[in-house]
């Protein structure tokens, strides 16, 4: 591999790395040559940037590049850009906002264009899109991945990555295993990742590129499912296991050394052992050992110390970690003795640090106060509803006493659908579906939010540092990840209520019950949003403003002549009707005008009719949308796909109008009786 150039992954697609790399980490960047317009992905660090401006011009000139993809900040992906820029290269560097935030300052000159403000997707001169999707904390709020929708390549930036002391272009048999190493080490928990790998689950993806790592060709899938299901990060909870049924001590043991095979090579881990009283097969599986299992899970690690040193030893740590807990047996010795971590960090006092200083000053007062009292639920070890009441009240009466501009936010949770989880399967089970909300609302949390346990199937979150738009955002995504979490029995989902202080400074007459105001809006917006069919974030105190387009219609369709025909005959029956001819105004104009019905067809230009249901979906204003397809494409596969997005009716064209509009009056009645 030292003598590699570049490489064609794809037509027009390029592999521009260097191959002088060590340390376990192999960065790609890659190029896309469109025409005459090149597209630069993740350039790499100042240290390949010589082997990478040497690809890159031995295949276009360099004026020709006119997109640089950044697809989150760290060095090894952006630190090369200001050297492109001092080399000549004119280009826009494409990013999230978060991430153009913090790549300034490499000192990049280079204009951006923001994927947030255009609709997440990049149109080249050819007509040839590219796509981009968010993966947020995997492992930076800002981080994305970049889908062709030519060649349906998806560029999964650190996802999908491998930590390989020998490194291939492509993935080999034992890639999984380098792919997992990495994940365990640098993403923050399953609960994060399962909904990505899902949304991957669900794109027609012929080739993986990551950054790091091997590229993935051919079936993805596999690959795909391996990280959907991979427990990682500081949020470990994996299921226990019975250590005798699944191959005791030489079992794990086993697992970790094909994992060390896996990442450096079979002839290193061979020659480690040497001296040992075991014996491996071709495999590095264990078949014997002449001492207790304890004592060779010890053993093992001892040698890997003494002989390896600390890299190894690291490298292996999540792995050991996760063993540890799904076994429950302690972790070998030599973590304990030798990688103790001190955590010391010293900062200046920040105005944001002073603020979180009076916080926990607050939160300290209020733990006195109710130090006769039990302040914590039982069943998710989570400050009780009493205990909330008390914090609450001293918060708000604290910020109107000091005349504080601190508007904290306040988001209630409620529970659809136990009543049916404790009728079939009993109270226990409504106890557990508890236990594994508060693990994901804990993994949620960023920094300085405060959960609470309310009464019956309620949760409260108390954001002390937030704006309105910021806290409706952060319940939108407690929204959606509770509905796609397989943690639970039977899917469940969530009404949320929304309420931040600005609007009770406002509009509360009596500055001493402030507290009971805060927290009455945000139950009342919990139950309007229960009211209004459940699974849905109310950031309103009227209900009136979810329902104010009842009798509205949307059609989205180019086709002049089928909207003229089925808006005339929607509007002698007294319907308003909406139309847009593209997906992307489909997506504005609903979310504006919150349709009671929409009638769309599947082929629609710059997002096609699937893709327009999955943004209904991913809003919980628009979720609840009843959808019909209207559409000359349909067969085996496209049906498939509507019924998995929740459609049910899927008219051919040409179609019977009468027949249509029996369906649609049928379906608006359902959606009046709601």
């Known amino acids: 591999m030292a003598t590699m150039k570049i490489a064609e992954i794809a037509a027009g697609i390029y592999w521009v790395g260097g191959?002088?790399?060590?340390?376990?980490?192999?960065?790609?960047?890659?190029?896309?040559?469109?025409?005459?317009?090149?597209?630069?992905?993740?350039?790499?660090?100042?240290?390949?940037?010589?082997?990478?401006?040497e690809n890159v011009c031995s295949i276009i000139p360099l004026e020709q590049i006119k997109y640089v993809i950044l697809h989150h900040q760290d060095p090894d992906f952006c630190s090369a850009v200001p050297l492109f820029e001092k080399a000549g290269a004119k280009f826009e560097v494409v990013t999230h906002w978060r991430t153009q935030t913090l790549v300034k300052y490499y000192g990049i000159q280079s204009d951006y264009y923001i994927i947030n403000e255009n609709n997440f997707e990049l149109k080249l001169k050819s007509g040839r899109t590219l796509g981009f999707v968010l993966t947020p904390y995997l492992h930076f709020p800002g981080a994305f991945t970049t889908y062709d929708y030519q060649t349906r390549i998806l560029f999964s930036s650190d996802l999908f990555g491998a930590f390989s002391y020998e490194w291939s272009l492509y993935a080999q048999d034992d890639y999984l295993e380098k792919m997992k190493t990495f994940h365990e080490h640098y993403m923050p928990s399953n609960s994060i990742l399962r909904p990505v790998m899902e949304t991957f689950l669900g794109m027609d993806i012929t080739m993986i590129v990551p950054q790091h790592g091997s590229i993935i060709k051919g079936n993805v899938i596999p690959y795909v499912k391996a990280l959907r299901d991979l427990e990682c990060g500081t949020l470990l909870n994996p299921i226990k296991r019975d250590l005798a049924k699944s191959g005791g001590y030489m079992g794990i043991c086993s697992a970790v050394l094909k994992r060390l095979g896996s990442i450096f090579n079979q002839e290193s881990v061979r020659e480690l052992l040497t001296g040992l009283e075991l014996t491996?097969?071709?495999?590095?599986?264990?078949?014997?050992?002449?001492?207790?299992?304890?004592?060779?899970?010890?053993?093992?690690?001892?040698?890997?110390?003494?002989?390896?040193?600390?890299?190894?030893?690291?490298?292996?740590?999540?792995?050991?970690?996760?063993?540890?807990?799904?076994?429950?047996?302690?972790?070998?010795?030599?973590?304990?003795?030798?990688?103790?971590?001190?955590?010391?960090?010293a900062s200046s006092l920040s105005e944001q640090n002073r603020i979180l200083k009076e916080i926990n000053n607050r939160l300290e007062s209020s733990i006195l106060e109710s130090q006769n009292k039990l302040i914590r639920c039982a069943i998710t070890g989570l400050y009780n509803f009493s205990f909330?009441?008390?914090?609450?009240?001293?918060?708000?009466?604290?910020?109107?006493?000091?005349?504080?501009?601190?508007?904290?936010?306040?988001?209630?949770?409620?529970?659809?659908?136990?009543?049916?989880?404790?009728?079939?399967?009993?109270?226990?089970?409504?106890?557990?579906?508890?236990?594994?909300?508060?693990?994901?609302?804990?993994?949620l949390k960023e920094g300085s939010e405060m959960l609470f346990k309310l009464q019956g199937v309620n949760f409260a979150i108390y954001l002390p540092l937030t704006s309105k738009a910021a806290a409706q955002a952060f319940a939108e995504k407690i929204r959606n990840i509770i509905a796609a979490s397989e943690k639970f029995i039977?899917?469940?989902?969530?009404?949320?209520?929304?309420?931040?202080?600005?609007?009770?400074?406002?509009?509360?007459?009596?500055?001493?019950?402030?507290d009971e105001a805060f927290y009455n809006v945000a139950v009342m917006r919990t139950k309007i949003a229960r009211n209004m069919g459940r699974n849905i974030v109310c950031s309103q105190s009227s209900i009136t403003e979810?329902?104010?387009?009842?009798?509205?219609?949307?059609?989205?369709?180019?086709?002049?002549?089928?909207?003229?025909?089925?808006?005339?005959?929607?509007?002698?029956?007294?319907?308003?009707?909406?139309?847009?001819?593209?997906?992307?105004?489909?997506?504005?104009?609903?979310?504006?005008?919150?349709?009671?019905?929409?009638?769309?067809?599947?082929?629609?230009?710059?997002?096609?009719?699937f893709l327009f249901r999955e943004e209904m979906l991913s809003n919980s204003q628009t979720?609840?949308?009843?959808?019909?397809?209207?559409?000359?494409?349909?067969?085996?596969?496209?049906?498939?796909?509507?019924?998995?997005?929740?459609?049910?009716?899927?008219?051919?064209?040409?179609?019977?109008?009468?027949?249509?509009?029996?369906?649609?009056?049928?379906?608006?009645?359902?959606e009046l009786r709601r």
């Open 19 to 53: 191959c002088a790399q060590d340390g376990g980490l192999h960065c790609n960047p890659y190029l896309i040559v469109d025409e005459d317009e090149g597209i630069l992905i993740d350039p790499g660090s100042v240290l390949d940037f010589e082997d990478v401006y």
């Open 490 to 514: 039977e899917k469940i989902t969530a009404s949320i209520g929304v309420v931040w202080f600005g609007e009770i400074r406002a509009t509360a007459a009596d500055s001493e019950k402030m």
């Open 546 to 609: 979810y329902q104010d387009a009842i009798g509205k219609i949307l059609i989205v369709d180019s086709d002049e002549i089928s909207v003229d025909v089925l808006k005339t005959a929607l509007e002698n029956i007294n319907y308003q009707v909406v139309t847009a001819s593209d997906g992307q105004a489909a997506v504005s104009i609903a979310i504006d005008d919150i349709p009671l019905l929409i009638i769309s067809e599947v082929m629609i230009p710059k997002m096609d009719g």
């Open 623 to 670: 979720s609840k949308i009843p959808f019909i397809y209207l559409s000359y494409l349909k067969n085996d596969e496209s049906v498939l796909r509507a019924s998995s997005l929740g459609v049910e009716h899927y008219f051919k064209k040409p179609f019977m109008l009468s027949e249509l509009m029996g369906v649609i009056q049928n379906k608006i009645k359902g």
């Open 388 to 443: 909330f009441k008390n914090y609450l009240a001293s918060e708000t009466n604290s910020i109107v006493t000091d005349r504080s501009e601190q508007n904290p936010g306040l988001v209630i949770i409620s529970l659809d659908n136990l009543e049916r989880i404790e009728y079939l399967y009993g109270h226990d089970e409504v106890e557990e579906v508890q236990r594994n909300v508060t693990f994901i609302l804990e993994g």
């Open 280 to 345: 491996l097969d071709e495999n590095l599986n264990i078949i014997d050992y002449n001492v207790t299992g304890n004592v060779l899970w010890n053993m093992i690690y001892e040698r890997i110390l003494a002989r390896k040193g600390i890299t190894w030893l690291m490298v292996i740590e999540p792995l050991t970690e996760t063993l540890s807990k799904e076994y429950d047996i302690p972790m070998p010795e030599v973590f304990e003795s030798h990688l103790k971590k001190v955590e010391d960090e």
